[in-house]
T-cell receptor, first 113, second 112 residues
Framework: GAGVSQTPSNKVTEKGKYVELRCDPI?????LYWYRQSLGQGPEFLIY????????DSGLPNDRFFAVRPEGSVSTLKIQRTERGDSAVYLC???????????FGQGTRLTVV | GEDVEQSLFLSVREGDSSVINCTYT??????LYWYKQEPGAGLQLLTY?????DMKQDQRLTVLLNKKDKHLSLRIADTQTGDSAIYFC????????????FGTGTRLQVFP
């Protein structure tokens, strides 16, 4: 596709529910990143994939958060037992191999009520 | 840890130049970036600079890097109302590997 695509664009869920957020990176990009942006803040790193494997998951806040990228393309961020503090915009970005430019999607706005 | 700081707001008149400043603490920074975020939108990469460069110019945008003072600036010439947005400074370093570390963003407001 032309750019990084994230679905859904908005998600409202009840506290305690499970959610999945999807990211379609730019075709051919090997690196994929998830960031979280809270209101009034800059994005914060969550996890980085190089190909199918999670090269760095040091930004995941706790074990309720998990992400996969089984075929090295589409990635899913999974949040279990959601809490109101998980409300934020979740941003996905991708980069070509060896590239220094990360291209971001429009984000998924998650609201936990 | 690594820290990137920016002033929160900047207001300029249309046609004037805007200068957005950023300071960072990580002395091992390799690349520094400027992103633009319009309301309800994702991040748009504007430009980036390698740490061994002092300046980079791209049309109306000029990036200046003072590595000694760990200071980065973005100058927008002939600022237009369409430039109104939040501007984020970010860095990648040897310490952070492939993670972008972002500042809190500077909201630029352009008035006629």
């Amino acid at each position: 596709g032309a750019g990084v695509s994230q679905t859904p664009s908005n998600k409202v869920t009840e506290k305690g529910k499970y959610v999945e957020l999807r990211c379609d990176p730019i075709s051919g990009h090997t690196a994929l990143y998830w960031y979280r942006q809270s209101l009034g803040q800059g994005p914060e790193f969550l996890i980085y994939f190089q190909g199918t494997g999670a090269a760095d998951d040091s930004g995941l806040p706790n074990d309720r958060f998990f992400a996969v990228r089984p075929e090295g393309s589409v990635s899913t961020l999974k949040i279990q037992r959601t809490e109101r503090g998980d409300s934020a915009v979740y941003l996905c970005a991708s980069s070509p191999e060896g590239g220094r430019e990360a291209f971001f999607g429009q984000g998924t706005r998650l609201t936990v009520v | 840890g690594e820290d990137v700081e920016q002033s929160l707001f900047l207001s300029v008149r249309e046609g004037d130049s805007s200068v957005i400043n950023c300071t960072y603490t990580d002395s091992s920074s390799t690349y520094l970036y400027w992103y633009k975020q319009e309301p309800g939108a994702g991040l748009q990469l504007l430009t980036y600079i390698f740490s061994n460069m002092d300046m980079k110019q791209d049309q109306r945008l000029t990036v200046l890097l003072n590595k000694k003072d760990k200071h980065l600036s973005l100058r927008i010439a002939d600022t237009q109302t369409g430039d109104s947005a939040i501007y984020f400074c970010a860095e990648i370093s040897i310490l952070t590997a492939d993670k972008l570390i972002f500042g809190t963003g500077t909201r630029l407001q352009v008035f006629p």
